[in-house]
């Protein structure tokens, strides 16, 4: 069954420096999604992508996030200098249909714990 | 604009039913049920779409009343196997939003 594949697993890093997660969608999915999961917490949105560019983005993907679509599988979040409160679970998400329609894939996600 | 869930938290014994709500100020087109087990990422449960019919899946069912802008997961006779974090997802423009999720936990 094709699934959603993220890594790294977990990642430690220290505050200021750079993080790339990177996920690799459902091969026929056209539409990809960043989320974010704090401890305990609910799944909060970050971005969307599609067609190379970004659809939509939430009011905590500031100018330190950023995503990519590199090659015609990776899909990658990049946060330019971490902080504290960026510890957190990132999940990438994949679906094939938009528009309220199509079920999100989710990746197993990646814990980002930033000292 | 995310959904708005309740209750927070249910606590059941196996075989009991529960309801688990999701509302939103704005018109909906469809809303989505997930369930996220601890430690794991949020699985796809059901979509509820504008105009379609009530929606099953096991014995989990959901409605979706469109003039309300309101959706309810039922979940009857519960299994051990219920047990997690019940999120209800709503979008406008690719931007699936989730509520703050209610925690089921089911015991024997």
């Known amino acids: 069954e094709p699934e959603v594949t993220q890594t790294p697993s977990h990642q430690v890093t220290q505050m200021g420096q750079e993080v790339i997660l990177r996920c690799v969608p459902i091969s026929n999915h056209l539409y990809f999604y960043w989320y974010r999961q704090i401890l305990g917490q609910k799944v909060e949105f970050l971005v969307s992508?599609?067609?190379?560019?970004?659809?939509?983005k939430s009011e905590i993907f500031d100018d330190q996030f950023s995503v990519e679509r590199p090659d015609g599988s990776n899909f990658t979040l990049k946060i330019r200098s971490t902080k504290l409160e960026d510890s957190a679970m990132y999940f990438c998400?994949?679906?094939?249909?938009?528009?309220?329609?199509?079920?999100?894939?989710f990746g197993e996600g990646s814990r980002l714990t930033v000292l | 604009q995310q959904p708005v869930q309740s209750p927070q938290a249910v606590i059941l014994r196996e075989g009991e039913d529960a309801v688990i709500n999701c509302s939103s100020s704005?018109?909906?087109?469809?809303v989505h049920w997930y369930r996220q087990k601890h430690g794991e990422a949020p699985v796809f449960l059901m979509i509820?779409?504008?105009?379609?019919e009530q929606k099953g899946h096991d014995k989990i069912s959901a409605s979706f009343n469109e003039k309300k802008q309101q959706s309810s997961l039922y979940l009857t006779a519960s299994q051990l196997s219920y047990s997690g974090t019940y999120f209800c997802g709503t979008e406008y423009v690719d931007d699936m939003r989730f509520g703050a999720g209610t925690r089921l936990t089911v015991k024997p």
């Open positions: 998400a994949s679906r094939r249909l938009a528009g309220g329609i199509g079920e999100l894939f």
């Open positions: 509820l779409l504008k105009g379609g």
């Open positions: 992508f599609y067609n190379n560019e970004i659809s939509e």
């Open positions: 704005k018109a909906l087109y469809s």
